[in-house]
């Protein structure tokens, strides 16, 4: 278990599900059955583990996305596309324990920084070219400000299910899904293209 990728997997299992702040090195070491020298080969401090193992675990999601655009060039269905990247994302929240990025906003700003960038990034690099792109296809209205729909509520996702109650606790990812994003994405199409293709 002293493989990097191995302690990054590990580590960033449990500070998701349990919060960066909970294991000390120490511990980590111990878990994993490895030497604390081993450890601190890797990752000279818990704010470069806490770091690169979020690193890895954001690259993993944003890889899926990357796929999934690769895998599907329908040029005619932008909009199946920002489904499934807010899907993707409700999983990702579902996994995350809310206490997880509060510790990184408040212990490790530098690695808040990289989730906070990765979250723009998808908002601003891909879903609001695709809505854009739609709105060209004659999908979403002539009349619609993209980029204030992407500011109001496809970059807010993340506040909306962790409120409290957490959403999660009493709903399913397909019905948030449907009410947060589906629902909204409906109330900007055309009336053609909703006759044509209703969202699913």
Avoid at 50 to 70: F, H, M, P, R, T
């Amino acid at each position: 278990m002293g493989d990097k990728k191995n302690i990054l997997v590990y580590a960033i299992k449990n500070f998701t599900k349990f919060g960066s702040k909970r294991f000390s090195m120490d511990e980590l070491a111990s878990n994993l059955g490895i030497s604390k020298k081993t450890l601190y080969k890797h990752f000279n401090s818990k704010e470069k583990l806490v770091k690169e193992s979020l690193q890895y675990y954001l690259g993993n999601i944003k890889a899926n996305v990357d796929n999934y655009i690769l895998e599907n060039p329908n040029e005619e269905k932008p909009l199946t596309t920002i489904i499934f990247i807010y899907k993707q994302g409700l999983i990702t929240f579902q996994e995350i324990n809310p206490a997880f990025l509060y510790g990184l906003h408040k212990y490790y700003p530098e690695a808040y920084e990289i989730y906070s960038q990765l979250k723009k990034d998808i908002v601003w690099d891909i879903v609001c070219p695709l809505l854009q792109k739609a709105q060209r296809l004659g999908q979403v209205r002539k009349n619609v400000n993209v980029q204030l729909v992407c500011t109001l509520f496809l970059s807010r996702m993340e506040e909306t299910v962790y409120s409290k109650p957490n959403l999660f606790d009493e709903y399913s990812i397909h019905e948030l899904l449907e009410h947060i994003i589906i629902n909204n994405l409906r109330g900007i199409l055309t009336l053609e293209y909703l006759q044509k293709s209703p969202l699913q």
